[in-house]
């Protein structure tokens, strides 16, 4: 398996487990952790740790003793039986109390941020270095497979999250809407502009209900209307 068909796999796994289990949509950052982890490890592929969960004495589940690469840190590891159990392997873990506060994180950033000093790296560079995992893991999410048409990253009936504001449109790249005109959970998560056009607030969780794709721009319905998903510079909605 190639990185990006790993990261592709990974987050058609993370995305729904971040709504079952009550996260913001932050399955890049948790991805971009993995590749920081050892994404192709012999604890990964072998046992489909991709996180490096090691197993406590309260642990009961199936384990593996292993050593670091440098042969000087051995320990035992939880192991699985598949990428989907590993996925479902790594929310157990997250909740232990200490990393409660995660489900709070909008953002891949915020949440990569907070890991570390909620317990799982003490050293504070550790943040840093999984973030520096994140530019690769949208690139994927964004890459056409085998030079084909691109394909959408959203799909309809699923939640996703904003990362910059965004204007409301009747329509794809139609007219702004009018903040009053917005529903009550947009106007909570949202502001007008001098003018009174809506502008959605980043960090906003937003459920696609259609998806309009253009040369140089796709366009995603919420509720209230039309949003920006992405365009030929950069991707606005994870």
């Known amino acids: 398996m190639t990185k990006t068909e790993f990261i592709r796999k990974m987050h058609s796994i993370l995305v729904p487990m971040c709504a079952q289990h009550g996260y913001h949509n932050v399955a890049c950052g948790m991805i971009a952790q993995s590749i920081q982890e050892g994404w192709n490890s012999g604890l990964a592929t072998k046992y489909y740790n991709y996180w490096g969960m090691k197993a406590g004495k309260s642990y009961k589940g199936q384990t593996v003793a ?9 320990a035992v590891y939880r ?20 990393y409660q ?6 953002t891949d950033a915020e949440f990569l941020d907070k890991i570390g000093p909620c317990g799982w790296n003490s050293n504070p560079g550790y943040g840093d270095r999984c973030k520096s995992h994140l530019k690769e893991v949208y690139e994927a ?3 056409a497979p085998n030079n084909s048409q691109p394909t959408s990253q959203w799909l309809i009936g699923q939640t996703y999250t904003t990362h910059q504001d965004l ?72």
């Open 66 to 74: 292993m050593n670091n690469k440098a042969g000087n840190d051995p």
């Open 79 to 98: 192991v699985y039986t598949s990428m989907e159990d590993g996925c479902d392997g790594y929310f157990v873990f997250l909740s232990y109390p200490r």
């Open 101 to 106: 506060s995660l489900r709070n994180c909008t």
């Open 141 to 143: 999410l964004n890459e």
């Open 167 to 238: 204007y409301i449109r009747k329509s794809p790249n139609g007219e702004k809407m009018n903040y009053n005109d917005i529903t009550e959970n947009a106007q909570e998560h949202g502001f007008p502009d001098d003018w009174g056009k809506a502008i959605l607030k980043s960090g906003t969780r937003v459920t696609v209900k259609g998806i309009d794709t253009t040369k140089s721009a796709t366009w995603l319905e919420i509720p209230s209307g039309w949003i920006c998903g992405k365009n030929s510079k950069m991707t606005y909605v994870y």
